[in-house]
């Protein structure tokens, strides 16, 4: 049955702060559960049934569509809410469905689990720090509360050049910032983003267009393109990949910022790594650090903190990341026992004993597999 857009139109009205939300906190995509817990919070529904028949109202009006959640090869028992165009467009203010991308059905399931990260911390953390200030939760407090913490956390991948340009301007950061260096990073980005369009305007007009459809947006394509970029630059050696990490690396990591604050004159940064697949080893972990820690201290001029949150998907995880971190290297010749492997590796990549006392590394999880990987029953395959 066709469904008229008079009729959609009015679901979206009525349904806006979900479909806000979705598009917000879950790019396009989130689950079911996590929503529910943020029209708890924020007192829109008063039990799950009536929840659950306003998603209902959602799915058959067309404006989204619930897909089972597939993690690790594996269907779970919960469901995962996607945009379609429709409602898409409705929030975009843009006049046709040519004007917006759909989002395809996943071959993979990177978007959702960056989406359950996301919204696990911004349930978790931000939101008890609204409710401690004693202001109501509401979308846009949520999203005031991360703007004044200088956070990437809402940023998607091939979006921090958006960030270093806004960050360039703030107020209470403008003093402390090494200028000439932002500038040089965004200068050196706007380069890549401009190499990147005319790639993807020479595809299109080497395809005649065919199946981009009427002015369609690029998003999948770029993301695409960032893989390709990072997965070059690990045959850089470790000056160059030092030197061209930007904010666009740590995004492609699935590392964010969760707070910048000056303290007592001093610049103090929160990071957070998200381990989304459970295939981290801490090498990789620790040279992004490494990374992350020259980039910040390019961009400010006296000497900074830097504390990140390695999170994990549960505590079997974190544990085994963080007996990697500090086991203790061993000298093959002497067989004496030396520094940590974080500590090694970090060294390794000229962040040294003195500055490494600036770093503060923590190991945690978001309990995403009891949560929603079907809790023990998931978790041999989880950690195969």
């Known amino acids: 049955m066709t469904i008229s857009n008079a009729k ?7 349904y806006r702060l979900y479909l806000e939300i979705i598009y917000c906190f879950g790019n396009k995509v989130m689950l079911m559960k996590q929503l529910y817990r943020y029209a708890e919070v924020m007192g829109t529904v008063k039990s799950f049934s009536a929840f659950y028949s306003s998603i209902t109202e959602l799915v058959d ?5 619930k897909e089972s959640f597939t993690a690790y090869g594996k269907n779970t028992q919960l469901y995962m809410l996607v945009m379609r165009k429709y409602g898409i467009r409705f929030l975009e203010g843009k006049s046709d469905s040519y004007s917006v991308a759909s989002v395809k059905r996943a071959l993979g399931n990177e978007r959702i689990l960056v989406s359950i990260f996301k919204n696990q911390y911004i349930l978790n953390k931000v939101i008890p720090r ?3 200030e004693g202001i109501g939760v509401t979308l846009g407090a949520i999203i005031d509360l991360l703007e004044r913490y200088h956070s990437t956390i809402l940023y998607n991948k091939n979006q921090g050049l958006f960030f270093l340009e806004k960050m360039k301007n703030e107020a209470t950061l403008q003093k402390y910032l090494d200028m000439l260096s932002v500038e040089q990073d ?4 706007q ?11 020479k595809g299109s007009e080497a395809s005649d267009g065919k199946g981009g459809g009427k002015h369609r947006s690029p998003e999948m394509t770029s993301v695409d393109r960032v893989k390709k970029v990072a997965m070059r630059s690990q045959d850089l050696n470790k000056e160059e990949r030092v030197h061209n990490y930007t904010l666009d690396t740590m995004l492609s990591f699935n590392a964010y910022i969760a707070q910048i604050k000056v303290s007592e004159g001093q610049v103090k940064i929160t990071a957070l790594i998200f381990d989304i697949f459970n295939r981290s080893n801490i090498y990789k972990i620790a040279t992004h650090i490494a990374c992350m820690h020259h980039m910040f201290s390019r961009y400010f001029q006296d000497e900074i903190e830097l504390k990140v949150g390695i999170v994990s998907i549960d ?3 974190s544990n085994h990341l963080k007996s990697q971190a500090e086991s203790a290297t061993i000298d093959f010749v002497s067989k004496e026992r030396g ?14 004993q003195m500055i490494q006392k600036q770093i503060d590394v923590r190991f945690i999880h978001y309990d995403i597999t009891n949560q929603f990987l079907d809790g023990i029953k998931h978790a041999n395959l989880v950690r195969r």
Request: net charge positive.
């Open 61 to 65: 009006a067309d404006i989204l569509r």
């Open 339 to 352: 520094d940590t492997r974080l500590s090694h590796i970090l060294s390794k990549w000229h962040v040294y």
């Open 315 to 317: 505590e079997f995880a």
């Open 130 to 132: 609204i409710e401690k």
């Open 191 to 201: 380069e890549i983003k401009q190499r990147m369009g005319e790639g993807l305007r």
């Open 186 to 189: 965004i200068e050196k980005m």
């Open 8 to 14: 959609k139109q009015a679901v979206c009205d009525k």
